[in-house]
């Protein structure tokens, strides 16, 4: 028999709980937003309304096609870069959750030649290869947001098989086969680049995380084997545990 599919509501109460982590953990302000793919439904995903992370309640949780269409006939006012889940999850059938984020960290990554290396184990989930994706490449100037699904499906299309990729003078998508995967990576990619930024600045040689190094930690399992643990105190410090561990009636 195949594995029961996750209760809807248990879902939606998780990506509230994503959304209040990701806020408490400084990854996203006032901006940016995480989405799961629908757990009934490949061809549907789920997604705040236009609201702040921090705010996120599960009222505000919306369903949406893979065109950026609402699916549950509401007329709340969507995120405007909706765009680039659309395209992440249209691209990669095993991608279960998205994120967006403007961190600072990341930015001078963003706009640099000097690409983001891998130099913490926690980050080592991110990947060995973190590409750069500029919209004015294919779009010209633009308001420098994914406010199309042609954007969002370029975006994918430089993401590739990575699980990461910075958006020139933006911030990041992450893309992962789980939310907890995807909340690891998105947490640790700031503080990966912060360390890394630290070591430029001191000058000399610097070890990277190697790939065979990534390879044995991916193979404890999407974001490690001791993720629910992670999950558990994030939670706790964003006063969310009661969503994340949230219960049919």
Known sequence: MGQEAPDLNQVIHELVAANRIL???GVVDAYGHVSVRHPHDKNLFLLSCSRSPELVEPEDIMTFRMDG?????????PY??????????EHDDKVMAVVHSHALAVLPFSISSTPMRTVIHTASHMGEHIPVWDSQDKFGDTGLLVSTIEQGRDLAQALGTSKVALMRGHGFTAAAHSLGEVLKISIYLPQNAQVYLDALRLGGTIKCVTPGEMAIRDSFGPGGRELA??????????GCSHY??????
């Open 244 to 249: 994340l561990h949230y219960k049919k009636s």
């Open 23 to 25: 806020a408490n953990q």
């Open 80 to 89: 405007v870069e909706r765009f680039i889940h659309c395209g992440a999850y």
């Open 69 to 77: 269409s609402p699916a549950d006939g509401r007329k709340d006012n």
């Open 229 to 238: 643990r992670a999950m558990d105190y994030w939670a706790m410090r964003a």
